[in-house]
């Protein structure tokens, strides 16, 4: 499979990443299937990570809150700073940089023009437009001036987060800085798009593992989100759909059915209308249930445009299917049943004949009059 021997190649992998030629080759195989490739890519994949050359990551930072970074810091298995960093090479990232004013400036400017039409772009936040941009500056240039100038000789583009691919936060209503997501400030659409707040790390680090081992981003729907992570619905995968299918309803925090783990639609869940792997490939690999829905809350739809940050928490979703919105509460309340009084009244307007009966039962209900009478 390679061109090195077995023990140089794990001897390779345990001095450059730090980890074992078993672990290292169980990530291969995890990248591999969750991007879907066939039999085999974790080969392919392993071999670019082993062989090829590094890929230069300019990563810049606009209107968001740094979660998107933070959230591939938490990354495991391998860690980041075993891994990822070897798999790339970072070469600007104004929150993880050491350096900072004109000598970061610099580092960019540098990594740009020794890597032009080779470097990765990937962006965080948005974009605002509002007023000439004036309302995020880094260096002296707005967003948009420093997006489009490390754009134009970019071989990828990659927007990290709902912020950098739809607007996310910054955009929701009123949007007083005209913020907006990357392809749209750009006028491009082959930036890829990965949405979510934060988005899975292994989503973003998949996107560029599958740019280095096939030299092209991997195949995108109609909002350029990767299919391997945006092709299905979070419903179709939830723990929690057969439960749905068989009408059993959270309806209150905290009742009966949500302690019994039911369906958090009537709470608001978002996953009928929402496309994410997360309960596939969970989140910082802490152990099972480990994404929201999994821990009892009702997904917000963080990766889709008017859903997120704009969509009500306690919405109905708008489902994708037939909803079975009129079943039964899980513990249905029961009537008390007719009183003696009240079914000896029943009984004596069946009786009644017609005419002063009519006007007897069509009084029944009505409230008596001020005097009492």
């Known amino acids: 499979m390679y061109d090195d021997s077995a023990a140089k190649f794990e001897t390779d992998v345990e001095t450059r990443f730090g980890v074992s030629r078993r672990d290292f080759l169980k990530f291969c195989a995890a990248m591999a299937a969750t991007m879907g490739l066939p039999k085999g890519a974790d080969a392919q994949i392993a071999a670019a990570i082993t062989k090829k050359e590094r890929p230069s990551v300019i990563w810049l930072h606009h209107q968001e809150c740094t979660g998107c970074s933070e959230s591939l810091l938490r990354s495991e298995h391998p860690t980041l700073e075993k891994l990822i960093l070897d798999i790339i090479s970072l070469d600007y990232h104004e929150t993880l940089f050491a350096a900072a004013g004109h000598q970061a400036e610099a580092a960019r400017k540098a990594a740009m023009e020794k890597n032009k039409g080779k470097y990765i772009l990937v962006v965080e936040g948005a974009i605002p437009m509002k007023d000439g941009g004036i309302y995020c500056k880094i260096g002296g240039q707005t967003s948009y001036e420093l997006t489009k100038e490390v754009a134009a000789h970019a071989a990828a583009i990659v927007a990290v987060g709902s912020c950098a691919s739809w607007g996310g936060m910054p955009s929701t209503p009123p949007n007083p800085t005209g913020s907006t997501g990357v392809a749209e400030a750009l006028g491009r659409k082959d930036v890829v798009t990965i949405p979510g707040c934060p988005p899975n790390p292994y989503n973003i680090l998949a996107t560029i593992v599958h740019f280095l081992t096939f030299g092209a981003l991997p195949k995108v729907d109609e909002l350029g989100r990767p299919t391997f992570a945006y092709g299905r619905l979070i419903h179709d995968n939830c723990e929690r759909r057969s439960h749905f299918d068989a009408g059993r309803f959270a309806l209150e925090f905290g009742d009966p059915g949500h302690r019994k783990g039911y369906c958090l639609y009537k709470l608001g869940c978002k996953g009928p209308e929402t496309y994410a792997n997360c309960p596939s490939i969970l989140f910082n690999d802490v ?65 009644l004949a017609i005419g002063a009966g009519m006007k007897i039962a069509g009084n029944l209900g009505k409230s008596e009059t001020k005097d009492g009478e």
């Open 287 to 351: 152990g099972t249930g480990s994404w929201p829905v999994g821990t009892g809350h009702p997904c917000i739809g963080c990766t889709e445009k008017h859903i997120g940050f704009e969509k009500p928490i306690h919405a109905l979703a708008t489902l994708k299917t037939n909803p079975p919105t009129s079943y039964p509460r899980i513990v249905e309340e029961q009537g008390a049943g007719a009183s003696v009084a009240a079914a000896a009244v029943v009984a004596g307007v069946a009786g």
